[in-house]
Protein backbone atom coordinates (compact mmCIF):
# COMPACT_ATOMS: atom_id res chain seq x y z
CA UNK A 1 0.00 0.00 0.00
CA UNK A 2 1.67 3.18 -1.18
CA UNK A 3 -0.94 5.97 -2.70
CA UNK A 4 -3.06 7.02 -0.37
CA UNK A 5 -5.77 10.13 -1.18
CA UNK A 6 -6.73 12.52 1.39
CA UNK A 7 -9.53 14.74 1.17
CA UNK A 8 -9.39 18.08 3.09
CA UNK A 9 -6.35 20.34 3.40
CA UNK A 10 -7.40 22.02 7.21
CA UNK A 11 -6.02 20.84 10.14
CA UNK A 12 -6.69 16.64 10.30
CA UNK A 13 -5.37 16.68 6.66
CA UNK A 14 -2.28 18.08 5.88
CA UNK A 15 -1.25 16.56 9.93
CA UNK A 16 -2.34 13.00 8.46
CA UNK A 17 -0.16 14.01 5.27
CA UNK A 18 3.09 14.70 7.69
CA UNK A 19 2.62 11.29 9.77
CA UNK A 20 1.72 9.19 6.39
CA UNK A 21 5.11 10.86 4.80
CA UNK A 22 7.38 9.77 7.98
CA UNK A 23 6.08 6.29 7.59
CA UNK A 24 7.15 5.95 4.15
CA UNK A 25 3.80 6.51 2.33
CA UNK A 26 2.49 8.52 -0.91
CA UNK A 27 -0.01 11.08 0.09
CA UNK A 28 -1.94 13.34 -1.97
CA UNK A 29 -4.34 16.36 -0.50
CA UNK A 30 -7.38 17.69 -2.37
CA UNK A 31 -8.78 20.64 -0.94
CA UNK A 32 -12.67 22.04 -2.49
CA UNK A 33 -11.59 25.71 -1.90
CA UNK A 34 -8.88 27.16 -4.49
CA UNK A 35 -6.54 27.65 -1.63
CA UNK A 36 -6.26 27.21 1.74
CA UNK A 37 -8.91 28.63 4.19
CA UNK A 38 -6.75 30.87 5.91
CA UNK A 39 -10.12 32.62 7.94
CA UNK A 40 -11.57 30.71 11.37
CA UNK A 41 -11.17 31.52 14.65
CA UNK A 42 -8.76 30.80 17.42
CA UNK A 43 -7.94 27.61 17.95
CA UNK A 44 -6.83 26.31 21.55
CA UNK A 45 -3.71 23.28 21.31
CA UNK A 46 -4.47 21.75 24.67
CA UNK A 47 -3.31 18.48 26.48
CA UNK A 48 -2.70 15.66 24.19
CA UNK A 49 -2.23 18.09 20.96
CA UNK A 50 0.44 19.65 22.55
CA UNK A 51 2.52 16.63 22.72
CA UNK A 52 1.06 15.47 18.80
CA UNK A 53 2.79 19.22 17.83
CA UNK A 54 6.11 18.52 20.00
CA UNK A 55 6.23 15.64 17.89
CA UNK A 56 6.00 17.29 14.63
CA UNK A 57 8.30 19.73 15.34
CA UNK A 58 5.93 22.88 15.29
CA UNK A 59 5.09 23.79 18.87
CA UNK A 60 7.42 26.66 19.22
CA UNK A 61 6.43 27.92 15.78
CA UNK A 62 3.24 27.77 16.50
CA UNK A 63 4.02 29.55 20.39
CA UNK A 64 5.50 32.49 18.27
CA UNK A 65 2.42 32.92 16.14
CA UNK A 66 -0.25 32.49 19.43
CA UNK A 67 -3.15 34.81 19.92
CA UNK A 68 -2.03 37.74 22.56
CA UNK A 69 -5.37 38.58 24.11
CA UNK A 70 -4.97 40.88 26.83
CA UNK A 71 -7.81 41.44 28.18
CA UNK A 72 -11.29 39.66 27.95
CA UNK A 73 -14.90 41.41 29.02
CA UNK A 74 -18.30 40.30 28.88
CA UNK A 75 -20.45 43.56 28.45
CA UNK A 76 -24.21 44.11 28.46
CA UNK A 77 -26.66 45.98 25.94
CA UNK A 78 -25.09 49.43 26.20
CA UNK A 79 -21.58 48.07 26.01
CA UNK A 80 -20.97 48.47 29.42
CA UNK A 81 -18.63 46.31 31.29
CA UNK A 82 -20.62 43.30 33.56
CA UNK A 83 -17.66 41.46 34.35
CA UNK A 84 -13.52 41.30 33.35
CA UNK A 85 -11.21 38.36 33.12
CA UNK A 86 -7.64 37.28 32.10
CA UNK A 87 -8.08 35.54 28.63
CA UNK A 88 -6.37 32.63 29.79
CA UNK A 89 -8.75 31.85 32.39
CA UNK A 90 -11.78 32.35 30.16
CA UNK A 91 -10.44 30.26 27.89
CA UNK A 92 -9.55 27.49 30.38
CA UNK A 93 -5.79 27.06 29.52
CA UNK A 94 -3.28 25.61 31.08
CA UNK A 95 0.56 25.04 31.21
CA UNK A 96 1.67 24.19 27.82
CA UNK A 97 -2.03 24.98 26.25
CA UNK A 98 -1.55 27.60 22.96
CA UNK A 99 -4.06 29.39 22.08
CA UNK A 100 -3.63 30.00 17.72
CA UNK A 101 -5.67 31.50 14.88
CA UNK A 102 -6.78 28.52 12.76
CA UNK A 103 -5.59 30.17 9.88
CA UNK A 104 -2.14 30.23 11.06
CA UNK A 105 -2.13 26.79 12.11
CA UNK A 106 -3.41 25.38 8.83
CA UNK A 107 -0.14 27.12 7.47
CA UNK A 108 2.11 25.65 9.46
CA UNK A 109 1.07 22.30 8.85
CA UNK A 110 1.02 22.76 5.50
CA UNK A 111 4.52 24.31 5.45
CA UNK A 112 5.67 20.63 7.07
CA UNK A 113 4.70 18.48 3.62
CA UNK A 114 6.20 21.07 0.98
CA UNK A 115 6.17 18.10 -1.58
CA UNK A 116 2.65 16.59 -0.93
CA UNK A 117 0.78 17.37 -3.93
CA UNK A 118 -2.60 19.04 -2.88
CA UNK A 119 -4.98 19.50 -5.50
CA UNK A 120 -7.03 22.96 -5.16
CA UNK A 121 -11.14 23.77 -6.45
CA UNK A 122 -11.45 19.59 -6.62
CA UNK A 123 -13.68 17.55 -4.37
CA UNK A 124 -14.86 14.12 -4.96
CA UNK A 125 -18.12 12.72 -6.48
CA UNK A 126 -17.89 9.39 -6.57
CA UNK A 127 -15.89 6.39 -4.19
CA UNK A 128 -16.25 3.11 -5.34
CA UNK A 129 -14.36 -0.09 -3.31
CA UNK A 130 -12.54 -2.39 -5.87
CA UNK A 131 -10.65 -5.45 -4.92
CA UNK A 132 -7.48 -4.00 -5.05
CA UNK A 133 -7.69 -0.12 -3.30
CA UNK A 134 -10.60 2.81 -4.24
CA UNK A 135 -11.55 4.46 -7.67
CA UNK A 136 -11.81 7.48 -6.78
CA UNK A 137 -14.13 10.65 -9.09
CA UNK A 138 -13.51 13.69 -9.32
CA UNK A 139 -15.85 16.61 -9.57
CA UNK A 140 -14.02 17.59 -13.05
CA UNK A 141 -14.81 14.05 -14.39
CA UNK A 142 -11.71 12.63 -13.77
CA UNK A 143 -10.66 9.14 -11.87
CA UNK A 144 -7.71 8.39 -9.93
CA UNK A 145 -6.80 4.66 -8.13
CA UNK A 146 -5.77 5.11 -4.74
CA UNK A 147 -4.98 2.27 -2.42
CA UNK A 148 -6.70 4.02 0.52
CA UNK A 149 -9.26 6.93 0.87
CA UNK A 150 -8.83 9.24 4.19
CA UNK A 151 -11.68 11.97 4.94
CA UNK A 152 -10.07 14.51 6.47
CA UNK A 153 -13.17 17.17 5.21
CA UNK A 154 -14.63 17.82 8.44
CA UNK A 155 -17.91 18.04 10.57
CA UNK A 156 -20.36 17.59 7.22
CA UNK A 157 -17.70 15.47 5.43
CA UNK A 158 -18.40 14.48 2.39
CA UNK A 159 -16.28 11.33 2.61
CA UNK A 160 -18.15 10.03 5.38
CA UNK A 161 -21.56 10.43 3.12
CA UNK A 162 -20.45 8.70 -0.13
CA UNK A 163 -18.96 5.44 2.13
CA UNK A 164 -21.72 5.53 4.65
CA UNK A 165 -25.11 5.45 4.72
CA UNK A 166 -27.01 7.95 7.37
CA UNK A 167 -28.11 5.25 9.18
CA UNK A 168 -24.71 3.57 9.64
CA UNK A 169 -23.39 6.70 12.03
CA UNK A 170 -24.62 9.29 14.35
CA UNK A 171 -24.69 12.58 14.29
CA UNK A 172 -24.74 13.82 17.93
CA UNK A 173 -27.01 17.47 17.68
CA UNK A 174 -25.79 19.77 20.56
CA UNK A 175 -29.11 21.95 19.26
CA UNK A 176 -26.40 24.91 18.68
CA UNK A 177 -25.79 27.06 15.62
CA UNK A 178 -22.81 29.32 15.17
CA UNK A 179 -21.06 31.88 12.78
CA UNK A 180 -17.51 33.14 11.89
CA UNK A 181 -16.79 35.86 10.13
CA UNK A 182 -14.18 38.57 8.98
CA UNK A 183 -15.39 41.72 9.70
CA UNK A 184 -13.51 44.92 9.64
CA UNK A 185 -12.40 46.11 13.53
CA UNK A 186 -15.44 49.07 13.67
CA UNK A 187 -14.76 49.03 17.38
CA UNK A 188 -10.97 49.87 17.26
CA UNK A 189 -10.28 46.71 19.82
CA UNK A 190 -6.89 45.96 20.02
CA UNK A 191 -5.26 42.70 21.50
CA UNK A 192 -8.85 42.18 23.44
CA UNK A 193 -12.19 40.36 23.26
CA UNK A 194 -16.03 41.04 24.23
CA UNK A 195 -18.81 38.69 24.94
CA UNK A 196 -22.67 39.59 24.95
CA UNK A 197 -25.29 36.95 25.72
CA UNK A 198 -28.83 37.11 26.12
CA UNK A 199 -31.81 35.06 25.45
CA UNK A 200 -29.89 31.81 24.50
CA UNK A 201 -28.04 33.87 21.79
CA UNK A 202 -23.84 35.34 22.42
CA UNK A 203 -21.60 37.40 20.09
CA UNK A 204 -17.98 37.36 20.66
CA UNK A 205 -15.73 39.90 18.80
CA UNK A 206 -12.35 40.03 19.13
CA UNK A 207 -9.15 41.72 17.23
CA UNK A 208 -6.03 40.63 17.93
CA UNK A 209 -2.93 40.93 15.52
CA UNK A 210 -4.01 43.22 12.89
CA UNK A 211 -5.66 46.63 14.16
CA UNK A 212 -7.76 46.99 10.81
CA UNK A 213 -9.20 43.24 10.74
CA UNK A 214 -11.84 41.54 13.83
CA UNK A 215 -13.77 38.66 14.11
CA UNK A 216 -17.44 38.11 14.67
CA UNK A 217 -18.92 34.80 16.22
CA UNK A 218 -23.14 34.28 16.26
CA UNK A 219 -24.07 31.47 18.43
CA UNK A 220 -27.54 31.07 19.07
CA UNK A 221 -29.92 27.89 20.28
CA UNK A 222 -31.90 25.84 17.55
CA UNK A 223 -33.64 22.63 17.33
CA UNK A 224 -32.48 20.65 14.09
CA UNK A 225 -36.01 21.32 12.12
CA UNK A 226 -35.12 25.53 11.58
CA UNK A 227 -31.69 24.66 10.39
CA UNK A 228 -31.42 24.40 6.48
CA UNK A 229 -28.02 23.47 5.48
CA UNK A 230 -26.72 23.35 1.62
CA UNK A 231 -25.61 20.31 0.66
CA UNK A 232 -22.76 20.10 -2.18
C1 LIG B 1 -15.76 29.16 16.83
C2 LIG B 1 -14.97 27.90 16.83
C3 LIG B 1 -14.01 27.73 17.82
C4 LIG B 1 -13.29 26.57 17.85
N1 LIG B 1 -12.38 26.43 18.83
C5 LIG B 1 -11.68 25.33 18.91
C6 LIG B 1 -10.70 25.18 19.92
O1 LIG B 1 -10.51 26.07 20.73
N2 LIG B 1 -9.98 24.05 19.97
C7 LIG B 1 -10.17 23.05 19.06
O2 LIG B 1 -9.49 22.03 19.11
N3 LIG B 1 -11.10 23.17 18.07
C8 LIG B 1 -11.85 24.27 17.99
N4 LIG B 1 -12.80 24.39 17.01
C9 LIG B 1 -13.01 23.29 16.11
C10 LIG B 1 -11.96 23.25 15.04
O3 LIG B 1 -12.04 24.38 14.22
C11 LIG B 1 -12.22 21.99 14.27
O4 LIG B 1 -12.13 20.91 15.18
C12 LIG B 1 -11.18 21.80 13.19
O5 LIG B 1 -11.22 22.88 12.28
C13 LIG B 1 -11.45 20.51 12.51
O6 LIG B 1 -10.43 20.32 11.57
P1 LIG B 1 -10.62 19.35 10.37
O7 LIG B 1 -9.36 19.41 9.55
O8 LIG B 1 -11.08 18.02 10.85
O9 LIG B 1 -11.87 19.91 9.58
P2 LIG B 1 -12.16 21.36 8.98
O10 LIG B 1 -11.35 22.39 9.65
O11 LIG B 1 -13.63 21.51 8.98
O12 LIG B 1 -11.63 21.24 7.49
C14 LIG B 1 -12.21 20.45 6.50
C15 LIG B 1 -11.55 20.82 5.18
O13 LIG B 1 -12.04 19.96 4.18
C16 LIG B 1 -12.44 20.73 3.07
N5 LIG B 1 -13.51 19.99 2.41
C17 LIG B 1 -14.78 19.82 2.83
N6 LIG B 1 -15.45 19.06 1.98
C18 LIG B 1 -14.59 18.74 0.98
C19 LIG B 1 -14.71 17.98 -0.20
N7 LIG B 1 -15.85 17.38 -0.53
N8 LIG B 1 -13.63 17.88 -1.02
C20 LIG B 1 -12.46 18.48 -0.70
N9 LIG B 1 -12.31 19.22 0.41
C21 LIG B 1 -13.35 19.34 1.25
C22 LIG B 1 -12.90 22.05 3.65
O14 LIG B 1 -12.87 23.09 2.69
C23 LIG B 1 -11.87 22.26 4.75
O15 LIG B 1 -10.71 22.90 4.29
C24 LIG B 1 -13.53 25.54 16.91
C25 LIG B 1 -14.47 25.71 15.90
C26 LIG B 1 -15.19 26.88 15.86
C27 LIG B 1 -16.22 27.04 14.76
Redesign the pocket.
Known amino acids: MNKIFV ?7 PVVCYWLKKAGYAPTL ?4 DG ?2 KG ?7 GI ?1 VDVVKKMGVLEAIAEQRMSIQLSRHVDTEGHTLRQEEPETA ?1 FRLGEDV ?1 IS ?1 GDLVQIFMDLIPDVPCHFS ?3 TQLDQQKEGVEVTFSDGSIEHYDLVVG ?8 RRLVFLESDYTKVDLGAC ?1 S ?1 ANIPNFLKLRHEEILFEAHNKSIHYVSDKDPNLAQV ?1 FMLRSDKSSIRRVE ?1
Not at 40 to 46: F, H, L, S, T
Not at 152 to 159: E, I, Q, R
Open positions: VGASIAGVEKNLRGYAVDIRAGERQSIADGLHSKTIVRE
